[in-house]
């Protein structure tokens, strides 16, 4: 039933229209004896009173604009309706009143506030099922920040439904840090009346969700601000943003050269990686071809099988010899992949390539090295049993000599055959060398002494068209060697040089200096580790070792000199003592350029002897260790195991709680117990700062440790002024954290 309100000035006018509209149907409320304004579906009042009532009437009725609320005068028969109308009154009615013309027009305007209500009706589901349906938080808030109306999508605050959110302000919902952010932005958008974008973060279910909200100013009839609102989850977007950029920087950084290549074979993108290894700037091969790597060197096969892979769609994988700018060649281990952006075919190709150059050089040293050793075995083996046979013969000789008059025949045949077997002694004695299966003698010894007196005795047997360049050091450099080795190497070495020049003369150059393998990336033989070295340079101005025997030259009885000049082991013998040092041989040569060995021999450092053994007796005891108890407290509970597992690795009894009530419960109950007291800073129910003064007010004396990420409440200063031992800052160094305890179990 419809209500209709009368407030006429006149009694008896009221009476006579509600009795009237009460038989026609309607429910009548007057007005004119009551101080408030009761809710009607149309009100009808009279000009004596148009200002009064009818001003809180049109007040009423512009409060509600999306409802239709008619509001009729009733007027002398002399009074102009204009201004009436112009107020806001919908209708004016003429005295005397005619019930019938009354009656039809309150239908016509109910009718109308029957229409405009379903239309609101209508416009509000609309409303609320876009509202509803839509995934993102759409609510309303208050000027003072409390939430007005909801969606439910309030999952993000860990209620269920918008009933639990609607009544409560933003500080409630948020963390304060949050709260904080929000406040200023509802202050921007009620001083500009401007719509405010802003991203934060919240910690849900163990992980921490982006946010987007969008506040904006949305204004009423009655002047009245409010503030709507949209929060947006973008997780899922800020994931995938920084999975992005991780991947781009991590091509982009990534020490193998990443090349693309479109479809024209043309390159179009390549790393930081391919620009160090190639020496070419991004700007010089973008929109060149593959073919500026090029070398000429790869294996026609190996293009045959890449080309039939990647056309099928599939990765091919395969190595590549390639050609940097400055003309020298690398090789590489390739992988070439088609990338498919359209199903009808690829728009692009990725390459990925690892320089191992310095892997293949040191495989092929390792592999030269497995077969010297392989060789040295089966020659140190024949040597021992070639030593037995010559023995008894040289014994014999000698006897016999003595035996024999010096004038007899068989003297001079006695002495060539003890020549000879001396000869063969000598040969055992290097193929032993060779083999390292030869007793040394070595001792510390000045490299550089040593190296320049047996260039001396070299001085004398090589021609004076050749120069005999030094660069030594101006200190000494030593090292645990048997010092006729060391002769051994540089007349070997400086032997093959001076064969190796021409008549004309040239240049033998021999550099002493201390190196240093700081990481295994420096490391350039298999035989090498990370330390310090003496290096010794042997180099020439020869001719050079061809490229397809420099493999051999290590090998027992390998020579490329004439018939009776050599026996092939001289640089055996110099594999064989450098190897027996714990050092490396290496080789470089061109030919028509000359030849250069680089001896590595570990250096000797003065007091190292001792300094191991002050560090191993140092290390069998741990100066962190101990048997004390330790309470630890941190309100997540794997931080709280984990500090238990790592402390008691030192030998600590260690008892963990993430419930500070319960930890200051544990030591109410046996303070004596604990040695000492490791606290979180930020946690539920209680700071640690208050959690470590309530443990000092029951024991002064324990040493307390407060830890903390992050806190504007603390800070060492402040730790220190009520009491705390030590202030650490997350994330925790175990070890260090270990050495404060043992500093301060001590001093306790």
């Known amino acids: 039933m419809e209500t209709i309100g009368i407030y006429l000035s006149k009694e008896v006018d009221c009476k006579i229209l509600q009795r009237y509209l009460e038989n026609c149907g309607y429910s009548v409320n007057t007005f004119n004896n009551k101080d408030t304004i009761e809710d009607a579906d149309l009100y009808i009042t009279d000009q004596f009173l148009g200002k009064e009532i009818g001003s809180e009437l049109l007040q009423k009725k512009n409060d509600s604009p999306e409802i239709f609320l008619p509001v009729l005068i009733v007027l002398s028969h002399n009074e102009g309706s204009s201004k009436w109308l112009d ?30 209500k379903e239309i609101a009706r209508r416009s509000e589901l609309s409303y609320r099922t876009l509202v509803e349906s839509s995934s993102d938080h759409i609510f ?50 009620i001083e500009s009346e401007e719509r405010v974008v802003f991203e934060h973060f919240l910690h849900s279910e163990n992980e921490k969700r982006y946010h987007i909200d969008t ?44 090349i693309i290549i ?46 039939e892979k990647i056309s099928k769609g599939e990765t091919w994988s395969g190595f590549l010899i390639n050609k ?124 550089k002494s040593v190296v320049e007196e047996a260039l001396k005795l070299l001085r004398s047997t090589i021609p004076s068209s050749i120069e005999i360049v030094k660069n030594f050091p101006s200190t000494e450099i030593y090292c645990y060697i048997d010092p006729t080795e060391i002769h051994q190497i540089i007349i070997n070495l400086c032997t093959n040089a001076y064969h190796a020049i021409s008549k004309e003369g040239g240049v033998i150059t021999v550099d002493i200096q201390e190196t240093e393998i700081k990481s295994a990336e420096e490391i350039v033989h298999p035989d090498l580790k990370i330390g310090k070295y003496s290096l010794i340079t042997v180099s020439d101005t020869g001719s050079g070792i061809p490229s397809d025997i420099i493999d051999k030259i290590f090998d027992p009885y390998f020579t490329t000199k004439e018939e009776g000049k050599g026996t092939g082991l001289g640089l055996s013998v110099v594999h064989g003592i450098v190897r027996g040092a714990g050092g490396a041989v290496l080789v470089y040569s061109e030919e028509g350029i000359g030849t250069a060995f680089y ?63 319960q930890a200051l419960q ?39 440790i407060i830890c903390t990420g992050f806190s504007e409440h603390m800070n060492e200063k402040k730790a220190k ?28």
């Open 215 to 258: 506040l904006f100013p949305v204004k009423f009839a009655d002047g009245s601000l409010k503030i709507g609102g949209i929060c947006r989850d973008i997780t899922e977007r800020v994931r995938a943003e920084r999975e992005s950029r991780l991947l781009s920087a991590a091509v982009e950084n990534a020490e193998e050269s990443v």
């Open 324 to 447: 940097r700018k400055d003309g020298t060649l690398y090789e590489v281990a390739a992988t070439i992949s088609p990338l498919r952006y359209e199903e009808e075919g690829f728009d692009y190709y990725v390459s990925v390539q690892r320089d191992i150059t310095k892997e293949k050089q040191l495989e092929r040293q390792l592999q030269q090295a497995q077969r010297l050793e392989a060789i040295g075995n089966l020659a140190g083996g024949i040597a021992h049993d070639f030593n037995n046979i010559l023995m008894p013969i040289i014994g014999y000789c000698d006897l016999m000599l003595n035996m024999v008059s010096q004038e007899s025949k068989y003297a001079e045949m006695l002495t060539e055959m003890l020549k000879a077997a001396e000869r063969a002694r000598d040969l055992v004695k290097q193929i032993l060398t060779f083999s390292r299966q030869r007793l040394r003698e070595p001792v510390v010894c000045d490299i």
């Open 87 to 116: 107020a806001g009154f919908d209708d004016c009615i003429r005295k005397p009143i005619s019930k019938i013309e009354l009656l039809a027009r309150i239908r016509t305007f109910l009718k109308l506030r029957r229409q405009s």
């Open 262 to 307: 479109d479809e024209e074979g043309k390159i179009i993108y390549v790393n930081k990686g391919f620009s160090k290894t190639t020496g070419y700037a991004s700007d010089e091969v973008i929109g060149k071809t593959l073919e500026i790597l090029g070398s000429g060197k790869s294996d026609a096969e190996s293009f045959k099988s890449l080309w």
């Open 721 to 748: 002024k009520i009491g705390i031992s030590h202030f650490v800052m997350k994330p925790t160094n175990w070890q260090e954290l270990r050495k404060i305890i043992r500093r301060l179990l001590d001093k306790k």
């Open 140 to 189: 309303m808030l208050s000027t003072e920040g409390i939430y007005l109306s909801s969606n439910d999508r309030v999952e993000c605050f860990g209620l269920n439904r918008s009933d639990d959110l609607i009544g409560k302000s933003i500080d409630e919902v948020y963390p304060p840090e949050i709260s904080k952010i929000y406040r200023k932005n509802l202050k921007r958008v």
């Open 666 to 704: 544990a030591f109410e109950e046996n303070p004596k117990v604990f040695d000492l007291v490791i606290t979180d800073m930020t946690m539920p129910k209680m700071t640690g700062n208050v959690f470590a003064q309530e443990i000092l007010k029951i024991r002064k004396d324990i040493p307390v």
């Open 599 to 661: 001896i590595y021999l570990p250096l000797y450092e003065k007091g190292k002897e001792k300094a191991k053994v002050i560090e191993s007796k140092y290390e069998e005891k741990d100066a962190t260790a101990g048997n004390e108890k330790i309470l630890f407290l941190d309100d997540d509970p794997s931080i709280a195991e984990l500090g238990k597992r790592m402390l008691e690795l030192s030998g600590y009894k260690v008892f963990p709680f993430s419930d500070p009530m």
